[in-house]
């Protein structure tokens, strides 16, 4: 039943006439400026991380797929960060909150979807590499070859794009009411459903079809994938080769559960269940937190990547002292 104060849109004027307000941290104001260092310094923190490991893969010539794959995941995570950040930093500084026009929001709505569906389907297509390496390693070289890894790579971009704007399509063809206060520091999807002037469920399905796409199956398909790893080990009667295997796979494991657990928490419930100020705390962790996990993770277990560290600095101090 929509709301009496609902605001019938043009679609041809919507992206002139209409903008909507972040509030972000209104409700924090004494303690902005503590708040604006801290995130500051997370993100910049964050941008080092992804842009050491993005170099560090880049520069070794021979590039197994881990790398590869590991490699375009720092790639989502500095275009994750650079999406959302920014602005949440202004809404920090602007007191009364920061505007953002409806082509401002759609956009930043659908490039955060995007981005989170792709890291989505590259979870998956890295589960897949540890799954060949532990399960057929003697055909992982044949199997796991240059051209299906850069197809892989491929395909987990153009999913999460397909998924993200059919979603963000749906929610911003919806009538929004009179106050466009939107309580959260960026345009995420439930923050920006609570303004629909409806008080049905039907602006819920896009969302929940979103979900099925972007966390239910992959996370399915990862799960199966490791209890196929899981059962390969069984047969494993060395413990040392057992113990190898299990530390390959526990950084992507905790990727894993981080990633999916915040937006398991955040997307799959119903709308009578959202609540800003939790919701806003939550996304401070897969905003901020999370990203700056991944190449701490990734940086202390990936041997792969300390072995190529370790050979960048062997040769910066040869060329120095020749």
């Not at 659908?110 to 390693?137: D, K």
């Not at 009538?175 to 008080?199: E, M």
Request: net charge positive; proline share 5%; glycine share 4%.
């Amino acid at each position: 039943i929509p709301c009496e104060s609902c605001m019938e849109r043009d679609n041809k004027s919507t992206g002139e006439t209409m903008a909507f307000l972040l509030l972000g941290f209104s409700e924090l104001l004494c303690l902005w400026v503590l708040l604006f260092l801290i995130f500051l310094i997370v993100h910049l923190v964050t941008l080092a991380g992804n842009v050491m490991i993005f170099m560090v893969v880049v520069m070794e010539p021979s590039r197994p797929p881990k790398l590869f794959f590991l490699c375009q995941l720092s790639v989502i995570e500095l275009c994750y960060t650079l999406v959302i950040v920014p602005k949440a930093l202004l809404s920090l500084i602007v007191v009364d909150g920061s505007t953002i026009s409806f082509i401002g929001c759609a956009a930043q709505m659908h490039l955060f979807v995007t981005l989170g569906g792709a890291e989505c389907f590259l979870l998956v297509a890295m589960s897949y590499n540890r799954y060949v390496a532990i399960c057929q390693p003697l055909h992982y070289v044949a199997v796991m070859s240059e051209g299906l890894c850069l197809r892989l790579a491929v395909a987990c971009c153009l999913g999460g794009f397909a998924v993200a704007l059919g979603l963000t399509v749906a929610v911003f063809r919806l009538p929004f009411c009179q106050s466009h206060h939107i309580n959260h520091f960026f345009c995420d999807v439930p923050a920006v459903l609570h303004l629909a002037c409806t008080q049905s469920y039907t602006p819920q399905l896009p969302l929940l079809a979103a979900c099925v796409l972007l966390l239910l199956l992959p996370f399915l398909l990862i799960l199966t994938l490791y209890l196929c790893i899981a059962a390969a080990l069984l047969h494993v009667t060395s413990s040392a080769g057992r113990g190898k295997a299990f530390c390959t796979c526990i950084s992507h494991l905790s990727i894993t559960l981080l990633h999916y657990g915040c937006a398991t928490f955040m997307y799959i419930r119903p709308k009578s269940s959202y609540s800003p100020a939790r919701d806003k705390m939550v996304s401070l962790v897969y905003t901020n937190i999370t990203p700056l996990l991944y190449p701490l993770i990734y940086s202390l277990r990936n041997e792969e990547i300390r072995g190529v560290i370790m050979k960048m600095l062997r040769r910066k101090k040869i060329a120095q002292l020749n």
